[in-house]
């Protein structure tokens, strides 16, 4: 299950489990897309994978025990280790492998 982490991981905004804006890496990496587009460049900075949005965690229970009150989100604060300045070239180096070889 995916942890639904509740912040971006670089500027720190709120990303509920229903924000439409998070996206995440294959290790759950958490950013907004504003983030990812104008600073990461589509590159994990812990990972150097890419990113995909995260999808929404349903409000209703429409099957038991699954809904996001029944599952909720992680409420632990997450922020990345390094500042945007010292990211810029390990986004170099991976920015222009395609996504499936990174
Ligand atoms: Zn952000
Ligand atoms: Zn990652």
């Known amino acids: 299950m995916l942890e639904l982490r509740p912040n971006c991981q670089c500027c720190d905004k709120d990303l509920p489990p229903e924000a ?3 996206r995440i890496c294959s290790f ?3 950013f907004c897309a504003d983030c990812v587009s104008s600073k990461l460049e589509n590159v994990c900075p812990n990972c150097g994978g890419g990113f995909v949005p995260r999808p929404v965690r349903p409000a209703v229970e429409w099957r038991e025990g699954l809904s996001r009150y029944k599952r909720p989100p992680s409420s632990k604060r997450v922020h990345m280790e390094y500042t945007v ?3 810029s ?7 222009g492998i395609a996504p499936e070889k990174r």
Not at 89 to 95: F, P
């Open 20 to 22: 439409t804006d998070a």
């Open 89 to 95: 070239s390990h986004i170099a180096r991976i920015k």
């Open 28 to 30: 759950e990496c958490t």
């Open 85 to 87: 300045a010292e990211l």
